[in-house]
């Protein structure tokens, strides 16, 4: 919830930076100048939206997982795992090769 409300602060920071920028140029070019640099304290207030805005993406992200292998295989159960290679199954599904033949053994001979 606070992350949220930290990203809801940063956007409208943003978009208050976006429209002061605009209105800045705009006068600029009002008075025919239209070079110039933007004054400091819109630079500083689209700073400051950064940085409130990766406050709260960080506050808003859910906890880390593990991701090792014996992690992934404590939440699988025996019969949900493959010995096979997964590449390919992804041939054969592909048409890359063809299905395997149940009459046939590894070793490509006849039972």
């Not at 978009?15 to 800045?24: G, I, K, R, V």
């Not at 053994?105 to 039972?111: I, P, R």
């Amino acid at each position: 919830m606070f992350g949220d409300v930290l990203i809801i602060l940063a956007c409208v920071a943003v978009l208050h930076a976006a429209y002061s920028t605009y209105e800045h140029l705009s006068h600029l070019k009002a008075l025919g100048r239209p070079e110039g640099s933007l004054p400091a304290d819109i630079i500083a207030e689209a700073l400051v939206a950064l940085v409130i805005g990766i406050i709260g993406a960080t506050v808003r992200t859910p906890e880390l997982r593990e991701i090792t292998w014996r992690s992934e295989m404590k939440r699988r159960a025996k019969e949900e795992s493959d010995p096979r290679l997964s590449f390919r199954l992804f041939a054969q599904r592909a048409g890359l090769l063809p299905a395997a033949d149940p009459s046939t053994t590894s070793v490509g001979e006849k039972s």
